[in-house]
């Protein structure tokens, strides 16, 4: 019978994908090489459901019962057999990828969906070797995939739209937030987004207009702070879309429409200065906590959450 969720590879993100795929009642099985790694995703799954039934955002009855439809392979074929929905979350390499859509593109008949979970390769490319690459598309789960609520649900040039739409849903079940994107581009369509921002703000901090921690604090304590709620498009309509267009026509000659990296950048990957890694990046980080901000971060992202979920239900 075909009432599975089958995510192969159990590492950092695949186990997050399999807690929420549990999470949502579906029968999960996370598959890795072997039944060492994959009983380690388990786990690791299980710390994702424990995190957040422990912060509120499922309940001890969801948590239990997720428990319960979790299991751990390291047969494909097997595992296969019962699948209704595929994530691919192994290697970011292309090739790897090719290899294992091929054998999971033979291995499932052509109703199932092939999805992989890749930040950056291209689906089209990923399903090349596949005879029906209409049923695979990308499935861009951010990190961490238990909390972070966005899915970018990407098409490749072969993929069937009405594959795309049914995957997009049944991630609607799982209270994640999936977007429909209909190109196969670099940077899907969020990265496309972020990487606007951070190509202005080193510009930004390269020409001295403001210092790196005045740049994340006007953003976070800005924008940010509405963004949840509120993105930029829903703002051009609150505010008038007349008065968006003088905006964009007064700011934008004068904002970086660079092609390329900044110089200041590439000046301070040459001199070794990368990030926290090496103690210094934009941030002196000899005398700060990366583990600190990332609790912090994590923290806001699940009151977050919380909140939007609760103005949704109102
Ligand atoms: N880490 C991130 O921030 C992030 C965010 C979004 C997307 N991604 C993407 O998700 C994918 C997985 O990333 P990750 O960070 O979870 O990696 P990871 O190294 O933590 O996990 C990968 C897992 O896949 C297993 N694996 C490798 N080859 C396999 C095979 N042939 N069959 C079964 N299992 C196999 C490995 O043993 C490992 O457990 C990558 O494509 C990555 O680009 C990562």
Redesign the pocket.
């Known amino acids: 019978m075909r009432d599975s969720v089958l995510v192969?590879?159990?590492?950092?993100?695949?186990s997050g994908i399999g807690a929420m795929a549990a999470l949502a009642g579906r029968k999960a099985i996370l598959?890795?090489?072997d039944r060492e790694?994959a009983e380690q995703?388990r786990k690791k799954a299980m710390d994702c459901i424990r995190f957040r039934a422990d912060n509120g955002l499922n309940t001890e009855e969801e948590a239990f019962r997720a428990a319960g439809l979790l299991e751990c392979s390291d047969n494909l074929e097997e595992a296969c057999a019962r699948a209704f929905l595929v994530i691919e979350?192994?290697?970011?390499n292309v090739e790897?990828k090719q290899e294992?859509f091929a054998r999971l593109d033979g291995m499932l008949p052509r109703e199932v969906p092939i999805c992989s979970?890749?930040?950056?390769l291209r689906i089209t490319d990923i399903s090349s070797k596949c005879v029906c690459a209409e049923r695979t598309v990308t499935t861009?789960?951010?990190?961490p995939a238990h909390l972070v609520p966005l899915v970018e649900v990407v098409m490749g040039d072969r993929t069937d739209e009405a594959v795309a739409v049914r995957v997009r849903d049944e991630l609607k079940t799982w209270k994640k937030a999936p977007v429909l994107v209909k190109k196969d581009l670099p940077g899907q369509l969020a990265n496309r987004v972020f990487q606007a921002i951070i190509r202005e703000s080193i510009d930004i901090v390269a020409s001295g207009l403001a210092s790196a921690e005045d740049v994340d604090t006007a953003i976070s304590c800005g924008m940010a702070m509405r963004f949840p709620v509120w993105g930029p498009l829903k703002h051009l309509d609150a505010i008038g879309l007349e008065l968006g267009l003088s905006v964009q026509e007064t700011v934008l000659p004068s904002i970086s429409g660079d092609k390329t990296a900044n110089d200041y950048l590439k000046r301070m990957v040459t001199e070794g200065n990368l990030g926290v890694k090496t103690g210094q990046g934009f941030y002196d980080w000899k005398e700060r906590s990366i583990e600190k901000d990332m609790a912090k971060r994590d923290q806001f992202i699940i009151e977050a959450v919380k909140a939007t979920a609760k103005l949704d239900s109102e």
Request: hydrophobic share 50%; net charge negative.
């Open positions: 192969v590879g159990s590492g950092m993100m695949g598959l890795d090489l790694r995703g979350a192994i290697v970011e790897v294992m979970n890749t930040s950056g861009h789960f951010w990190l």
